[in-house]
């Protein structure tokens, strides 16, 4: 299995090269050449799996570079009861991602389990042993740079302390995330771990990390990496949690299944396309936004014009106050027939601070063959969703799934399972959820007074040079 960039001008590596990276050198993002198809058989073989069997053979079709039994032992290493043990009372941590039936044909795929309350530890936590395979196995080590409007950061802080050879160097907007969540980074005082704070949004921060690995010299000297959603790996593993959660709602193949996903960089969207594309029985994909909604805005007119810093707003859902949808290019690349010539040159366009139309060209006429849709939420659409689903099914979800939720009822079929992908544990935006119920939500014990902790991280300016230098001088 070799993998591609979706500008079409850096060279087809295996899934170890890639891993360590982000963007490929030309700027593009990586996808297999071709994806794995399941045959009606092979979907079959696959139901009643354990989800690390599920993964095994999931993942194996893409990562043919270690051997099968490292990889198997990657896997079982990963995911683990004990790892994911932050159930809801009546499931099995043993389920790894277990399904709440709310109503006939609406269910949720309960992915927060993990040591950081959110959706992220599915993929970080193998992909944090994933990187610490291949650097012992190299003798390497990597600086880890990313970027964060809330999850990904502590997913990948969570993942990646204590690990031999590796450093992380996090960005966050500055003020711009819960209380809960700033804590759960800010209080790591693991020697490996560096949060910076950026005066900005994420794009911001998310800019500087691309002005970074587009800095060939400078990535090749500081060994530089990636954890975001751009790396494959992390999309990868994503693909995964869609075949389980599929499996559970139906009981024969025939039986098609709709996904609605709370959406702000994309790439949790991007894998449920990825396994759609390799034959899982998917009817839609339904995109769910907050009023950072440039994703519903394309979904409906064909227009992608991501917004600059001043027009993306702070919201309650602060993990999906994007603006710029990283992951957005690899669905884009697929649309327009892989081809990699049109691909760059819309994001060009993007790249230069401007909109594309796929309109003229026909292409966003194809958008319904690929089963999306899409709607968004606001302020007070989500905070009736969660006093609704208290009241009517005595679940309390966060404001994130609260913004898939509502999308999902506008999209409901009668003879369709809909499965909306939880973002998080409420109790991350606790602050939400008092306003919200008049409430506390359940908190884990091992979390109480989080909040706290003291708490270790870097204010900074936007600046790409000045990231650089703080890497260099802590390196």
Wanted: proline share 4%; with cysteine.
């Amino acid at each position: 299995m070799k993998y591609i960039s979706t500008r079409g001008q850096s060279p087809a590596l295996s899934f170890s090269q890639i891993l360590l990276g982000g963007l490929a050198p030309d700027g593009g993002l990586y996808l297999p050449e071709t994806y794995p198809q399941f045959t009606d058989a092979d979907l079959t073989a696959m139901r009643g799996l354990s989800y690390v069997d599920l993964a095994f053979a999931i993942l194996s079709r893409f990562v043919d570079d270690i051997p099968a039994a490292d990889l198997k032992a990657i896997i079982d290493k990963t995911y683990r009861a004990d790892v994911y043990a932050f159930t809801r009372t009546g499931q099995n941590a043993a389920d790894i991602t277990p399904t709440l039936k709310l109503e006939d044909n609406l269910y949720l795929l309960s992915l927060s389990n993990g040591p950081t309350l959110a959706f992220k530890d599915m993929a970080m936590q193998l992909l944090g042993n994933l990187f610490e395979y291949v650097l012992t196995k190299e003798g390497k080590t990597t600086n880890i740079l990313g970027a964060t409007s809330g999850d990904t950061g502590s997913a990948a802080e969570y993942a990646m302390r204590g690990k031999k050879g590796i450093r992380v160097f996090m960005l966050s907007p500055h003020k711009k995330m819960s209380r809960f969540q700033t804590a759960q980074m800010f209080s790591l005082q693991d020697d490996n771990i560096y949060n910076i704070a950026v005066n900005g949004v994420f794009d911001d921060c998310q800019d500087m990390v691309k002005a970074v690995s587009n800095d060939a010299t400078f990535k090749s000297e500081y060994k530089i990496g990636a954890v975001n959603s751009i790396n494959w790996g992390r999309i990868v593993a994503q693909v995964v949690y869609y075949f389980k959660g599929y499996f559970a709602v139906t009981e024969n193949n025939s039986q098609k299944v709709s996904f609605s996903v709370p959406s702000g960089n994309f790439g949790n969207v991007c894998a449920g396309h990825i396994a759609r594309m390799m034959g899982l029985p998917v009817d839609k994909l339904v995109v769910a936004t907050n009023e950072n909604d440039v994703l519903d805005e394309f979904f409906k007119t064909g227009v992608y014009s991501p917004r600059g810093s001043a027009k993306t707003y702070h919201t309650s859902s602060p993990s999906m106050d994007i603006s710029k949808a990283s992951n957005f290019e690899r669905f884009v690349f697929d649309l327009v027939g892989r081809d990699s010539d049109k691909t760059r040159a819309l994001w060009a366009k993007v790249d230069a601070g401007n909109s594309f139309d796929l309109n003229a060209d026909g292409y966003f006429a194809k958008i319904a063959d690929y089963g999306f849709v899409s709607g968004s939420s606001n302020h007070a659409h989500r905070m009736q969703t969660i006093r609704d689903t208290q009241a009517k099914y005595d679940v309390v979800i966060d404001t994130h799934t609260a913004d898939g939720l509502k999308v999902a009822l506008e999209h409901l079929d009668a003879n369709t399972p809909m499965v909306v992908l939880e973002t998080a544990l409420p109790a991350k935006f606790e602050d939400a959820i008092v306003e919200s119920l008049g409430h506390a939500p359940e908190r884990p014990a091992a979390l109480n007074g989080i909040e706290s902790l003291p708490q270790k991280f870097t204010v900074m300016d936007a600046s790409a040079a000045d990231i650089k230098t703080f890497i260099a001088n802590n390196t």
